[in-house]
């Protein structure tokens, strides 16, 4: 299995970015696929999935209405179009699977928003 997210970078707040994250190694229509984010001294935030069979999303509802998340089933790859960023959307993010009891995660992508 491999993920590798890509896209981040340094954006002023009100900006936007999108990433996305190509998979491999497994049947990606079969799974959800999930963007977590990760600041220093806390824990794992799941940002928001996507049942790629169906597309069912799914959101924190701190991302609510600013965040979309999509799959491309062809190429296998997922993306998170994040828009309105805040300082606090800062964080590395993480795209990654379940596949039954083992979760994969890529190396993740630093997302900067600052003035």
């Known amino acids: 299995v491999q993920l590798v997210e890509s896209g981040g970078g340094l954006v002023q707040p009100g900006g936007s970015l999108r990433l996305s994250c190509a998979a491999s190694?497994?049947?990606?229509?079969?799974?959800?696929m999930t963007w977590y984010r990760q600041t220093p001294g806390k824990e794992r935030e799941l940002v928001a999935s996507?049942?790629?069979?169906?597309?069912?999303?799914n959101y924190a509802d701190s991302v609510k209405g600013r965040f979309t998340i999509s799959s491309d089933n062809v190429k296998s790859t997922v993306s998170l179009q994040m828009n309105s960023l805040k300082p606090e959307d800062t964080a590395m993010y993480y795209c990654?699977?379940?596949?039954?009891?083992?979760?994969?995660w890529g190396q993740g992508t630093q997302v900067t928003v600052s003035s």
């Open positions: 990654g699977v379940r596949l039954g009891l083992r979760a994969y």
């Open positions: 190694g497994f049947t990606f229509s079969s799974y959800a």
């Open positions: 996507i049942i790629i069979l169906n597309g069912r999303t």
